[in-house]
């Protein structure tokens, strides 16, 4: 099946965002983020996809993670989804900022009580001497908010990578593959084919 240009390359995400919805696939909203250190380390793994609208691509993480201090040192990233069965995957690039404190505390609120206590004990990427330290850390987090709601930490928060660059890949017979690029530009997108 080969691939069918959009206007709005959003457009074209949508649709195959929905068909892996569809699918059985564990974790659609999954995609690898791509990060590099002021000095060019990088560094990918996965995180989940909490928005995809017309000002970008958004998720949700610890400001203090590795990927956090990546992204306030070189605010550039570029995610990647992979959906085998569907045989396309979607590339995606462009700058990242930071979400507004109310869409942060909204989407914060919308999480289940667990993951927000989770969120406060977990001193994400940084050394565990051991399970039972973090076990202990959930335990005092829930001592201390008991039945109250939980706030957003201020070291948690939410980026918006702006897209500018999308790359739909479907996969063709013979490794005869369709790679369709977005390139924004003023007044819009300009496309082209790649060769595979």
Known sequence: MSITPREDPL???REWYAEAGR???GEPTAVALATA???GRPSARMVLLKGAEAD???FYTNLESRKGQDLQENPQAALLFHWHPLRRQIRIEGPVEPVSA??????FASRQRDSQIGAWASSQSRPLPGRFALEKEVAATAVRFGFAAVP????WSGYRLRHTYLEFWNHGAFRLHDR?????QEGGWRTEWLYP
């Open 11 to 13: 457009d074209l995400f």
């Open 23 to 25: 699918l059985d696939l």
């Open 37 to 39: 250190s002021a000095s």
């Open 56 to 58: 970008g691509f958004v």
């Open 102 to 107: 109310a869409e942060a505390d909204a989407y």
């Open 152 to 155: 957003r930490p201020p070291f």
């Open 180 to 184: 369709l690029v977005y390139h924004r």
